[in-house]
């Protein structure tokens, strides 16, 4: 199918990571969902550890998101005026973080952050701004951004089409590294900085408490705005993402994914004296002509509401993942194959490494060509992982013991073969 789809769509795909090209194979269509597993076109059945890159922490067509999603389209799928439920859903976000004031609803990760970073520019009045090697905060132009030579320099466009006038004011730190931070304050005016505490991106790598706890420092000291990119950790680590965790708080933290329940939607959130800083209130403009439409703030008001009346479901999640992580790492000894891994919440990363990794250039240190083939192997007996070694997995709720111990089979089965 992917041939036929190439004729009209680039590359056959919609976003680039579908297409397989870095485990290689073709990827398949799918055509249906239903709790943890996924069919596609020709029938295949598969165990999903991908649920839409992280936003179905209840699975595939999950009752009370479908039926909210329903009543809400029987009444207008888009009014681009003020809808009741776009408060419910701004509410019931707001209860859960005492440091966030006021949110605003947008489609789409990339949206959140790059609004995030237009305030923060604004609320500091400096350009330059911070971001970590392996971080990724969708692909807007500043963010496009990799080292020049080495961290804590300024960035160059990680992709053709973005100016490097853009990117020069985006400076490259180390993760979990302070003092590529400190480095990277002493060289620019830095007014922003922006990081997923729980960097899920380069697969799974949580920051170092102490780290984050630095840098919320530095920022104090500096004024500078500190932004939690939260668009795949938050209510997926915890249902208060890394405030749970690490009770640090961001000045402004970003949403996505498991906020819209399965629909497109991106969110940041912050404190009153930065947020307002934001048209029609105060002189920085965004908007959106679908921003906080009916549908989506419905599929996200039932998952939301759900998770909070179900706080215990993280636990069993993360005992889940544990347990595929533990018997993975088991398996992989027996076989002499090196295995590391990271588990937080209903997420999950791997590493065929020696070394469980603390920053991007560890991570580039695991050997991808043996993921490649673990996908591979994997997907033929019916079990759909990310089509990248650089992805997080995630644990469903319709996910039973009895999945994991299926999926432990079979790469018990194919860890010879790898
Ligand atoms: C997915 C993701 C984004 C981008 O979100 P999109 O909805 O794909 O634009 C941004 N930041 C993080 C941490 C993400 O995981």
Redo the contacts with the bound molecule.
Sequence with gaps: MIQEAAKYIVGGVN?PVRAFKSVGGEPPFIEKGKGAYIWDIEGNKYLDFIQS??PLIFGHCDEETQEAIIKAVKKGVSFGAPTKVEVELAKEVLELFPHLDLIRFVN??????MSAIRLARAYSNKDDIIKFEG?????SDSLLVSAGSGAATFGVPSSPGVPKDFTKHTLLAKYNDIESVKKCFEKGDVGCVII?PIA??MSLVPAKKEFLQELREICNHYNAVLIF?????GFRASLRGSYDIYGIEADIV?F??VIGGGM?V?AFAGKKEIMELLSPVGPVYQAGTLSGNPVAMSAGLATIKKLKQNPEIYKDLEEKANKLMKGFSEISKEKEIDFNYNVIGSMFGFFFNPKLPQNFEEVNQSNTKRYAKFHNKMLKRGFYFAPSAYETGFICTPMTNEDIENTLNAYKEIANEI
């Design positions: 976003s890159w992280g789409s990760g990339t949206e959140a952050t971080c990724y905060h969708g692909h997923e899920g991106n990119d939260e668009v795949m950790s970003t996505g994914k497109p991106g």
